[in-house]
């Protein structure tokens, strides 16, 4: 007697994406069990049947896919969840894997690619599209050593931005550099971590493990 199909759910935003999706699943023997276009829509048919796969975009609208992977997982534990997404920076990368996603496709790679993904999350095993492999290693580590993303003269301009009320001049004087070279280390902090301002960095930071917010003052 033949295993049942296992069964899949698609959350993306683009019709063209859900109907290539769909098409691509079926023609290998998946049972689709819905492709929405909004998260709200999804969670609504997984009340009435949970997917033993969740492929998700991680921008739907102005929805939030990565709330949607850990809200998914945390209703439905022995559930999968892959990515399918066009999003490829650090921050949000981390992000979906710490979360819970195990597979993580950019869309820059065909529907094909996907289904080859979606094989072995199903079953436990994890995917990550080349490009995202040295992002996970160098963050997420796999039990070996890893590179840093922040040097310790960032992580030491880092740690004194979340201190607070300390201006760029400040920090340099402290650290007993430049003005200028405090400046480049901001910067550069900001477009390692994506960030547009201190908030952001500060937001960004603390997802990806850099600092914890919750640790008291040194001052």
Known sequence: MNASPHT????????????????????????????????????????????????????????????????FLTQYPTRKVLVYSQLADAITVVEAVRAGAMG?????????????AAQKVVTGAKFYSSELVE????????????????????????????????????????????????AKHRQSIMEKLNARDEVEILHRAFALGLIDLRRPSNR
């Open 135 to 182: 992002i996970l290693l160098q963050i997420v580590g796999n039990g070996q050593e890893k590179k840093p993303l922040l040097t310790d003269q960032e992580m030491k301009v880092l740690n004194m931005i979340v201190e607070g009320g300390q201006s760029l001049k400040q920090i340099a004087a402290k650290l007993n550099i430049h003005f200028s070279t405090a």
């Open 8 to 71: 899949v759910a698609f959350v993306d935003d683009h019709p063209a994406m859900l109907d290539a999706l769909t098409m691509a699943f079926e023609r290998a023997n998946w049972q689709v069990l819905c492709a929405e276009p909004t998260i709200r829509m999804a969670a609504q048919r997984f009340i009435v049947a949970v997917p033993d796969l969740l492929i998700t975009d991680l921008h739907v609208g102005r929805e939030d896919g990565v709330e949607l992977i850990k809200l």
């Open 104 to 116: 993580y496709v950019l869309k820059e790679y065909g529907v094909e690619v996907v289904v080859e």
